[in-house]
Every structure is written in C-alpha cells, then in structure tokens.
C-alpha cells in the first residue's frame, strides 16, 4: 500500500469510509504544476489501495476549484518549458507528447478507472485543465458559483488533453463551447447532464460528504461492478480510443505553434492571459 508521504499542495484525510482529498494551492487558484500532479495521484493511490475506503471525495480550497495548468510567466517559466518540451530541435514533439501523455492523459485515465466511487465538490473556476480533474471522477457536486469552460482554442490549441468535451456535453454543445471559448453554469451543466447537483456554496462539502456517506453504506465489490459496467460500456462506445485519438490532435496544436513561435501554445489574442487566471 502506498505509504504517506509530506505534500505541499494536496491535502488527504479518511473520514469514517470516505478519502477526502485536497487541493491546496489557493494562491494560486489551485492551478497545476508537476508536483501538485504528482502529489494528487499520489493521494488518489493511497485511497484506491486503503481497504477502509469505499468512497472519494475530491475538493479544494480557495474561491475556486482549479484554474488550469500552471502556465504563469514566471522566474521558473524557462525551466518548466525545458523539462516539459526538452531539445525542440532534435526530438520534435517527442518529449512534450510523452510527458502530456503521463501527466495528463494517463493520470485522468487512470483516476477515472479508479475502482471506487469518487465525487468532485466544485466551486468558482473550473478551467481547462480543471476539467481534467473534475472529469475522472464519477459524480459532481457544484456550487451554484461554479463555473466551467475550456477557453484553449483561444491559445491555438483545439481543447485540452483529455477529451471528454463530447461525452459530457453532447456534440453540438461541446463544439459551441470550445468555438466560443465561453464557460457555463452550474446549473446549465445540471442541465447538460454534466453536473449530478447544484447547491448553495455554503453547503458544497456538506452535500458532497453527505452524498459520499450515502454511497459508502453499499457493498464495496457491488459499487466496483457498477462504476465498470457504465465505465466499460462508455469505453465500448469508444470514448477510450477517442481519447487517445484526441490527444494525438492536441499534440498538432502544440507543433503549429512550435513552428510559429517556437513556444508550446499560440495565444491569438492580444492581452490573453494565461489559462490559470480566474476571475
């Protein structure tokens, strides 16, 4: 089992049967680097393997849920870009594709197949990458300040590396969403079928936790079972091998880029500010 280990970034408790994981990088709008990625699959790890858990909760602190990937321009932007892209010039897309493909593609594939329940409490920004975390997870509880988008068509990429964009919206409205670069509801994910409930803000771990009691009470191999029969006949449909496909598409944004600019992504729009930034 894997042990305990000090994290900067995730927060990780068992309450009773249920793992309530945390991310705690408020300053920052809960936005992603590699260590608060590493830290989180960590902590998902340690609830997957605990015998006593039955149930996952994800939440975070702070106004918001997560505002993407870390991608600021900061005193540590040069370094970030080397360890993720490597030599450009001799390996291509090679490292880049790779490191996206563990990162962020095998990390949310890897969470959502997870054979325990898991239930994301989301407040304020769920931007992009932000996505990505709330997605794996099998149920969604939303603050009526919840908001979602996935504005990175704006960076000349067409969304982010793990697509669910077409499982969780329906087509026509996940090609208005990534044309428009323009977030939703709550309450407008309710209605898509995204969102399984939408509370006051106050009340978000309440009724998550609440949620999560309820379902701890039912036998672990049965809720296994359940969470593979709905999870293997998405895959069936082909929601597995589009993702993969899709995040081959993705990596053809990062080259058009690459070859405009010689950086990762395009920003289209003069004073665009990076995807971390929420309002």
């Known amino acids: 089992m894997s042990e305990a280990k000090p994290m900067d970034y995730i927060l990780y408790e068992v309450r009773d049967r249920v793992a309530v ?4 990088r408020p300053n920052q709008r809960n936005a992603q ?15 997957a393997e605990d015998k006593n858990v039955r149930v996952i909760v994800l939440k975070a602190n702070g106004p918001h849920f997560s505002a993407g990937h870390d991608i600021a321009r900061d005193e540590t932007y040069e370094a970030k870009v080397a360890e993720v892209l490597g030599d450009v010039h001799s390996t291509g897309l090679y490292d880049l594709h790779a490191w996206e493909g563990k990162y962020y593609l095998g990390y949310c594939r890897k969470w959502r197949d997870v054979p325990k329940p898991s239930i994301a409490a989301v407040q304020g ?9 709330a997605w794996p997870c099998d149920l969604i509880v939303a603050a009526e300040n919840a908001k979602f988008s996935d504005p990175v068509v704006r960076m000349g990429i067409g969304g982010v590396e793990y697509h669910g964009h077409t499982w969780e919206f329906g087509a026509r409205k996940a090609k208005e969403l990534l044309f428009t670069a323009k977030s939703i509801t709550a309450a407008e994910a309710e209605k898509l079928g995204m969102v399984n409930r939408v509370v006051p803000l106050d009340q978000l771990e309440e009724s998550a936790m609440a949620l999560a009691n309820e379902i701890a009470q039912m036998h672990p191999f049965a809720l296994a079972m359940a969470k593979r029969a709905v999870n293997q006949t998405l895959d069936i449909q082909g929601q597995y091998a589009a993702q993969q496909a899709v995040f081959d598409v993705h ?3 990062h080259g058009s880029a690459l070859a405009q600019t010689g950086e990762a992504v395009l920003m289209w729009l003069d004073g665009l500010k990076p995807a971390n930034k929420a309002s």
């Open 21 to 24: 994981i945390t991310l705690n």
């Open 33 to 47: 680097n590699k260590q608060l990625l590493m830290e989180l699959d960590h902590a998902w790890d340690m609830a």
């Open 125 to 133: 920004a769920c931007i992009a990458a932000g996505l990505m975390l």
């Open 251 to 253: 990596q053809l944004g």
